[in-house]
């Protein structure tokens, strides 16, 4: 049975390192199923979604490996995961299994080739090859897969990535799209055959991340989609041995963001998550209360390509009651214009007061427009510092939200979307609203008007 299928394969391999039987769950056999479809050659684009620590590497780049190995021993495999030490661990231990008395017995044809042993790139004798390394690292020289005959359309080996995200830095658009740029440049030319399949494995981490791009058709092909949540539409437990339904409900109130993409599969968390729905508050906006001041707060990107962040400008007045905001201005535009329509929203007036103080993140997009609009004007512009990264910003000020000090318009045709971006947030497709956010309300509760006509005399003294 383990010859011929590898769900009985792992529960054999379990076994047989172990000693004791292995607590398997329904999920095992799904997913080896599917596996199974991609060694036949009925699938040869696979993204599996499923929670950290669910045997999901045991069983797909391990076990998967060591088993075809038995059954085609000349199969070339490359195995990428977000580190190159963890990606060489995992090659080894697959190497550790093919080199096991038991495992010779179920295939005594596939050997280990004692002259290349190496954890990162190791061989059989009948030529074929595991090589491993990190996401975005060098494989010159290396493929997978084998060209065969014509007509032989037998199974030759693999691309299997494991987690090419680390968690921690899913969330910096920087890191993400290097993993991505380096799997459509570096990575999918190593096929050394068009039937060479490819499997990815990973917990959702972002709506962009290398799952999320592909799935939306980012590289051109269709993918099979094997979505597997920690809890289903009635919140039974995928697993319940290893998460019962009151510990997967305390992640879910605990961090909330976290286990909306890493235990769900869907990394948007629908109820909220830094930023609950239920937070915010709404005012008619013609009744607005007698305002103390008026700030201004931009969040700028000069680009206008699709994929690039708008620019947002976000109005807040300050009033006995809180922070209102009134304004809302979002759209892709180039710098001429986006300095005219700044100039443009400084000259309005918001309950009878202009605005105190114009905030411009002091980042790459924004210094030109500084400079220029403090030659230029006498706006009160205020350039600011960022001495935090964005979700530590974003849990500076949801004191003030959550304590309902925080009004949003009834009836705006933006609302929803700017609830929804600050409720998808960090791992929304785009931050831009949360960022002019986070920064007129930590200006705003940092002190009074006249401390911030402090800060903009202070800094044209110093020009």
Same mark, same amino acid.
């Given at each position: ?91 080894? @231990? ?44 060098? /494989? ?22 494991? %987690?090419?995200?680390? $968690? ?15 799997? @459509? ?9 068009? !039937? ?54 305390? /992640? @879910? ?10 235990? /769900? ?20 906006? %013609? ?58 929203? $400084? ?30 004007? /006498? ?18 000020? !949801? ?38 956010? !986070? ?25």
């Amino acid at each position: 049975m383990a010859r011929s299928s590898l769900y009985w394969f792992c529960r054999y391999a379990f076994l047989n390192q172990r000693g004791y039987p292995w607590q398997h769950n329904w999920h095992h056999e799904l997913i080896c199923t599917k596996l199974e479809e991609v060694h036949a050659g009925d699938c040869r684009r696979l993204i599996i979604n499923i929670p950290p620590r669910y045997s999901k590497t045991e069983i797909a780049v391990i076990d998967f490996i060591a088993w075809s190995l038995g059954l085609a021993p000349d199969s070339e495999f490359i195995h990428v995961s977000y580190g190159a030490r963890l990606a060489a661990s995992n090659a080894a @231990r697959a190497r550790d299994l093919v080199r096991s008395d038991w495992y010779r017995e179920l295939f005594p044809d596939t050997l280990s080739d004692p002259a290349r042993r190496a954890s990162d790139d190791w061989r059989t004798t009948a030529g074929g090859v595991v090589f491993a390394t990190g996401a975005g690292g060098t /494989m010159t020289g290396f493929g997978a897969g084998k060209l065969r005959d014509a007509g032989d359309h037998g199974f030759g080996g693999a691309i299997i990535i494991d %987690d090419p995200h680390k $968690a921690a830095e899913a969330t910096s658009d920087l890191v993400r799209r290097n993993v991505i740029d380096w799997f @459509r440049n570096t990575l999918e030319s190593r096929a050394n055959a068009p !039937t060479t399949p490819i499997i990815l494995i990973m917990q959702r981490l972002h709506e962009e991340d290398l799952a999320g791009w592909l799935l939306a058709g980012g590289n051109g092909e269709i993918w099979d989609h094997l979505c597997i949540p920690a809890l289903d539409k009635d919140d039974v437990p995928l697993w319940p041995q290893k998460h019962d339904f009151e510990a997967l409900d305390r /992640m @879910r109130r605990i961090k909330p963001y976290e286990f909306a993409g890493q235990y /769900m599969q869907i990394p948007a968390p629908l109820d909220g998550g830094i930023f609950k729905i239920d937070w915010w508050r709404f005012f008619p906006l %013609d009744a607005l209360p007698p305002v103390k001041r008026v700030v201004q707060s931009w969040d700028t990107a000069f680009k206008t390509k699709t994929t690039n962040d708008y620019s947002v400008c976000t109005t807040w007045a300050e009033t006995d009651r809180g922070f209102y905001l009134v304004d809302l201005w979002k759209q892709k535009a180039e710098f001429p214009e986006l300095k005219r329509i700044l100039v443009s929203k $400084a000259a309005q007036r918001w309950g009878g007061v202009l605005p105190n103080a114009v905030l411009v993140e002091d980042k790459a997009s924004g210094q030109s427009l500084v400079q220029e609009l403090r030659r230029d004007t /006498m706006l009160p512009i205020i350039p600011v510092q960022v001495d935090a990264d964005k979700i530590s910003r974003a849990f500076a000020v !949801t004191a003030l939200i959550q304590s309902g000090r925080v009004f949003l318009p009834e009836g705006a045709d933006w609302a929803a979307d700017y609830i929804a971006s600050h409720a998808a947030f960090p791992n929304g497709a785009h931050d831009d609203d949360v960022d002019s956010t !986070t920064q007129a309300l930590r200006y705003l509760s940092q002190g009074s008007g006249i401390e911030g006509w402090l800060a903009w005399a202070d800094a044209r003294l110093k020009e």
